[in-house]
Every structure is written in structure tokens, then in C-alpha cells.
């Protein structure tokens, strides 16, 4: 039997469906990003601070502990500066475990469940590999972070780094605006990844247990669907840590676990889940 025949006897015997095949509706839950006004950033930070006032004592707590973070961080850099990034490094891997303390606080209170300082303490076990990998990811980004920062300094300063005090001058200098510029540019662009990837990533692991990279990618459509408002948001946090830092950081004892419980809120805030109906019957 010639080819074309043979060809045209198998599409014959091919069946023919009455409907044209639709693909399922997905399973399971679906995050669906809400529409923000730039009102919200300042809504979440009062709900923050009514958490914070009603357990008084778990916050203190998490906010001593950032503060010690910020002094560890201070001290080094006075005296051992090539050594500042290994220990941001160490504080990114142990600041999410600390937030995630305060998220469970505020999660409980949503739900009318008392909070526990001992539950806050415990909360990220049950979600250890998915913050693990997170957390893996963020410290990747803050170490290529930290290279780009070193080549901007071999750029602009080709005698060699400079000390401590040189690094401060450089920075505060504004006849170095060529460097500032470059500097704040290269800052940026990784700030606003880092800021992306984590923003509701966290939270959510905490309150749905979903696997880190789809965190990281709804945490990422959280950003891109209201820019200008979570632009506000990071603006927010960034302001109130700068301030918290003046003097010798202790107002993190309060910013700390303020910026923490707001966090959850911005999560509740701009992340609406939607039951998808599971399909049983396929055309």
C-alpha cells in the first residue's frame, strides 16, 4: 500500500471526540493577588502594633535579639570589616527564624488561638526544608550582592579597599558621586530582588507549608502586581530600621518585632487564597 494511502487510513482510524478536549481546572488552592492602595502599608503597620501591644513580652524578646544581631554586625565592621559579609550571612540565615516567630504570634491572634512564646520558638520545624531552601537562595543572592559591591570598589578605588573610616568617607562624600551613584544603583537592583523573593515568601511557607519556590514566585507576583505599593512598603520598613538604628540601634527592640507582625499582615494583605474546586469528571 503506497505511504500517502497508509497515512491517510491511520487518520481515519483515529477517534473523533464529540467536544473538544478542556483541560482541568487546577487543583488545590489558588493565591490570587489582591488590588492595594497605598493606604494599606500604613494599615498593616497598625495591626502590627496592636500585636506587638497585646504580647508585649514575646516582642521584646525577638526585638532584643535583632538588636544584638545589629550590634554583632556594628562591632565587626568597626574591626574587622572583610569579615562583615560572613556574618550578614549569618544574620539572614537566622533573622527568617526569628520573624517567623513573631508571624506565628500574629497568625495566632487571627485565629483567636493564644499565642505562646514556646510555640513562636518552635514554629519552623514543621516547615524546615522549605525554609531551608529559602534561605539558601537568599544568601546566594546577598553573596553575588556582595561581589558586585567589591567590584564597584576595585572600580572606583583601584589603589586598593579602603579602611573602615575610607568606606564611610567614600560613602558620605559627595564629591564621590560618580561612585554613590554606580554604588546606590548596584544596591538597588538587589535590594529589590531580595526584597521580591522574601517579602510574603516567608510567611506564607508558614501559614500554607507550600514548597519554597512557589513562595518565592507568588512572593514575586505580589511585587509585580502593586509596585508602587510595595515599593511603599520596603520604603516603610527601610525608614523604620534606619531610624531603629539612632542611637546605638536599641530602637530595634521595638522596629524589630513592629516590622515583624506587619509583615504577616502585609502577607494577609495582599495574597487572597481561592479554593479551586478539584475536577472528577474529563470529557
Not at 504580647?55 to 569579615?83: D, H, N
Not at 544568601?139 to 561581589?147: K, N, Q
Not at 567614600?170 to 530582588?193: D, K, S
Request: hydrophobic share 55%; glycine share 10%; net charge neutral.
Amino acid at each position: 500500500m503506497p505511504p500517502a494511502a497508509t497515512a491517510a487510513s491511520s487518520a481515519d482510524a483515529l477517534p473523533v471526540m464529540d467536544t473538544p478536549y478542556v483541560s482541568p481546572p487546577p487543583v488545590g488552592p489558588q493565591a490570587l493577588m489582591r488590588v492595594l492602595g497605598l493606604g494599606d502599608p500604613f494599615r498593616w503597620l497598625v495591626a502590627g502594633g496592636r500585636d506587638l501591644l497585646a504580647q508585649p513580652g514575646i516582642g521584646v524578646f525577638y526585638g532584643a535579639c535583632f538588636w544584638l544581631m545589629a550590634l554583632t554586625l556594628g562591632a565587626v565592621f568597626r574591626s574587622k570589616p572583610e569579615y562583615t559579609l560572613s556574618m550578614a550571612s549569618g544574620c539572614l540565615l537566622l533573622g527568617p527564624f526569628l520573624a517567623m516567630g513573631l508571624y506565628e504570634v500574629s497568625r495566632r491572634r487571627e485565629q483567636g488561638v493564644r499565642p505562646e512564646f514556646s510555640a513562636s520558638l518552635t514554629c519552623w520545624e514543621p516547615h524546615i526544608r522549605s525554609m531551608s531552601m529559602l534561605l539558601l537562595v537568599l544568601i546566594v543572592l546577598e553573596l553575588i550582592w556582595g561581589r558586585a559591591s567589591l567590584v564597584v570598589f576595585a572600580v572606583f578605588f583601584n589603589t586598593g579597599m579602603p579602611s573602615t573610616t575610607g568606606v564611610i568617607n567614600a560613602i558620605f562624600n559627595a564629591g564621590n558621586w560618580e561612585f554613590l551613584a554606580v554604588y546606590t544603583a548596584v544596591g538597588g537592583v538587589f535590594a529589590l530582588l531580595v526584597f521580591s523573593t522574601a517579602v510574603v515568601s516567608i510567611p506564607m511557607i508558614l501559614d500554607r507549608d507550600t514548597d519554597a519556590i512557589s513562595a518565592a514566585i507568588t512572593s514575586i507576583r505580589v511585587v509585580f502586581a502593586n509596585p508602587g505599593v510595595m515599593l511603599l512598603w520596603g520604603a516603610l520598613i527601610t525608614g523604620l530600621i534606619v531610624l531603629a538604628l539612632l542611637p546605638w540601634g536599641l530602637g530595634l527592640i521595638v522596629a524589630g518585632p513592629l516590622v515583624g507582625h506587619a509583615s504577616w499582615h502585609a502577607y494577609r494583605g495582599t495574597v487572597r487564597w481561592h479554593e479551586a474546586a478539584e475536577a472528577t469528571d474529563f470529557p
